[in-house]
């Protein structure tokens, strides 16, 4: 009996090891989870989607890179507190998939690497990425992350519509250069076609109020966080912005009882001019328009956020590549460092789905300009801002501003109570942060 016992020991033990001499890196991430179409797969240019593209990229360095294997775990979006979890239990992944905005939580707390030293393995300059992607990873001077993407709101436009009303110029949306020419315009459009120039998501859907006063505060030179405690939007520039947008919306030129997905439907059946909403969209729309019989066929168009006022900046966010403090051989810190290199060499693989790439030679490439109205939204990669990297909590945060924005935009609160109220949760919110 006591050597039978043995003998199953040895049998779990060697079941444990690894079947190959290969280093293994554990990579963790969200995109969904696609193994029954694309699990086998290794051609990247013909991979479709979010899901698509990043498995078989990933795939592909399993195909060739030859001394090490990506072994993947798919998560629940956004799988934060699955990574929290792993991370008090001492054992988090090698390489994990973040928001840019959630990278303070995580640094702040001493739990993510800098990864200088595995970009310089991989001959990767910090230089060689977008002005908007390497702020979004920077935190007190150290990048926290491999830039991945760059995404944020834009102006999806419906051109049938913009015609009818007598916005369109050489084929392009006629787009409004000051507040007051927006309201005009928007009248225009009410009046020409009887329909709203702005379909809002201001139900349930804090991030589009946020986003248009992050923008538009810091579009006039106002910091909407001047230091890591305190939210600053009750000031004239604030009030400005909530104003404007409220004004829009009580003449009935922007729409103020759609959800998400009202709002998506509505655009796609050419109930309003203007969506904004983010890049993700993109693909969505635009299968959309390339669909006879379809409302939107042959009348999409997505630009930038206008400039109202002051610079031309755009609230962006975007997605990277984080690397959490674990112990580690030379061999994984090596194999690190050359997937970093082989996905940065697949960013415009990456660029596809609609975000802005990270790197700049492929959003300056002609490949990446010949996608799709991607010519027209590449600034946003050198004008998107994202918060400070010193403000930690930016989803409840931005959760919190959202909120009390819509109830400016719909009259359910005036502009002044609900920029303080803001104001006052946000920073007793934070205070309570250790």
Same mark, same amino acid.
């Given at each position: 009996?006591?050597?039978?016992?043995?003998?199953?020991?040895?049998?779990?033990?060697?079941?444990?090891?690894?079947?190959?001499?290969?280093?293994?890196?554990?990579?963790?991430?969200?995109?969904?989870?696609?193994?029954?179409?694309?699990?086998?797969?290794?051609?990247?240019?013909?991979?479709?989607?979010?899901?698509?593209?990043?498995?078989?990229?990933?795939?592909?360095?399993?195909?060739?890179?030859?001394?090490?294997?990506?072994?993947?775990?798919?998560?629940?979006?956004?799988?934060?507190?699955?990574?929290?979890?792993?991370?008090?239990?001492?054992?988090?992944?090698?390489?994990?998939?973040?928001?840019?905005?959630?990278?303070?939580?995580?640094?702040?707390?001493?739990?993510?690497?800098?990864?200088?030293?595995?970009?310089?393995?991989?001959?990767?300059?910090?230089?060689?990425?977008?002005?908007?992607?390497?702020?979004?990873?920077?935190?007190?001077?150290?990048?926290?992350?491999?830039?991945?993407?760059?995404?944020?709101?834009?102006?999806?436009?419906?051109?049938?519509?913009?015609?009818?009303?007598?916005?369109?110029?050489?084929?392009?949306?006629?787009?409004?250069?000051?507040?007051?020419?927006?309201?005009?315009?928007?009248?225009?459009?009410?009046?020409?076609?009887?329909?709203?120039?702005?379909?809002?998501?201001?139900?349930?859907?804090?991030?589009?109020?946020?986003?248009?006063?992050?923008?538009?505060?810091?579009?006039?030179?106002?910091?909407?966080?001047?230091?890591?405690?305190?939210?600053?939007?009750?000031?004239?520039?604030?009030?400005?912005?909530?104003?404007?947008?409220?004004?829009?919306?009580?003449?009935?030129?922007?729409?103020?009882?759609?959800?998400?997905?009202?709002?998506?439907?509505?655009?796609?059946?050419?109930?309003?001019?203007?969506?904004?909403?983010?890049?993700?969209?993109?693909?969505?729309?635009?299968?959309?328009?390339?669909?006879?019989?379809?409302?939107?066929?042959?009348?999409?168009?997505?630009?930038?956020?206008?400039?109202?006022?002051?610079?031309?900046?755009?609230?962006?966010?975007?997605?990277?590549?984080?690397?959490?403090?674990?112990?580690?051989?030379?061999?994984?810190?090596?194999?690190?460092?050359?997937?970093?290199?082989?996905?940065?060499?697949?960013?415009?693989?990456?660029?596809?789905?609609?975000?802005?790439? +990270?790197? #700049?030679?492929?959003?300056?490439? @002609?490949?990446?300009? &010949?996608?799709?109205? !991607?010519?027209?939204?590449?600034? *946003? $990669?050198?004008?998107?801002?994202?918060?400070?990297?010193?403000?930690?909590?930016?989803?409840?945060?931005?959760?919190?501003?959202?909120?009390?924005?819509?109830? +400016?935009? #719909?009259?359910?609160?005036?502009? @002044?109570?609900?920029? &303080?109220?803001?104001? !006052?949760?946000?920073?007793?919110? *934070? $205070?309570?942060?250790?």
């Amino acid at each position: 009996m006591r050597r039978l016992l043995l003998l199953f020991a040895v049998l779990a033990l060697s079941s444990c090891t690894r079947a190959d001499d290969k280093t293994h890196v554990y990579l963790q991430r969200f995109f969904g989870e696609c193994g029954a179409e694309y699990g086998g797969k290794t051609d990247v240019a013909k991979a479709e989607g979010e899901c698509g593209i990043i498995t078989t990229v990933t795939n592909a360095f399993n195909a060739t890179d030859g001394k090490a294997v990506v072994d993947t775990n798919v998560i629940a979006w956004p799988g934060y507190p699955q990574l929290t979890a792993q991370m008090a239990a001492r054992d988090p992944p090698d390489v994990v998939s973040m928001h840019e905005n959630v990278i303070s939580d995580y640094a702040s707390k001493e739990l993510l690497e800098p990864v200088e030293p595995y970009l310089k393995a991989a001959g990767l300059d910090a230089a060689s990425f977008t002005k908007a992607s390497q702020e979004g990873v920077t935190i007190g001077g150290r990048m926290y992350g491999l830039p991945w993407d760059t995404h944020g709101g834009l102006w999806h436009i419906n051109t049938k519509l913009f015609a009818q009303a007598g916005l369109m110029r050489g084929g392009k949306p006629v787009l409004p250069s000051s507040p007051q020419e927006l309201l005009t315009q928007a009248r225009q459009f009410r009046k020409r076609t009887g329909k709203p120039y702005l379909i809002q998501s201001l139900v349930g859907d804090p991030a589009g109020a946020a986003r248009n006063l992050y923008t538009y505060v810091m579009a006039q030179g106002q910091p909407v966080f001047p230091d890591a405690r305190h939210l600053k939007v009750n000031t004239p520039e604030g009030r400005r912005v909530a104003e404007f947008f409220r004004q829009l919306t009580a003449e009935g030129l922007g729409t103020s009882n759609m959800d998400t997905p009202a709002a998506i439907a509505a655009f796609m059946s050419g109930e309003g001019g203007i969506y904004p909403t983010g890049t993700w969209m993109i693909g969505q729309f635009q299968q959309e328009s390339a669909t006879p019989g379809r409302p939107l066929y042959g009348s999409y168009a997505v630009m930038n956020y206008p400039r109202l006022w002051g610079q031309h900046v755009i609230y962006v966010g975007g997605h990277a590549w984080v690397v959490p403090k674990r112990e580690r051989t030379p061999a994984q810190k090596a194999a690190i460092a050359r997937l970093f290199r082989f996905m940065a060499q697949h960013n415009y693989d990456w660029a596809r789905t609609g975000h802005l790439p +990270a790197v #700049t030679a492929v959003l300056d490439s @002609p490949q990446f300009r &010949a996608l799709p109205h !991607r010519a027209d939204i590449a600034p *946003l $990669a050198d004008i998107g801002r994202p918060l400070p990297g010193y403000v930690r909590r930016q989803s409840a945060v931005e959760g919190i501003v959202g909120e009390e924005m819509a109830g +400016a935009i #719909t009259g359910q609160k005036s502009v @002044p109570d609900a920029l &303080a109220t803001a104001e !006052r949760r946000v920073n007793e919110f *934070l $205070a309570e942060l250790d």
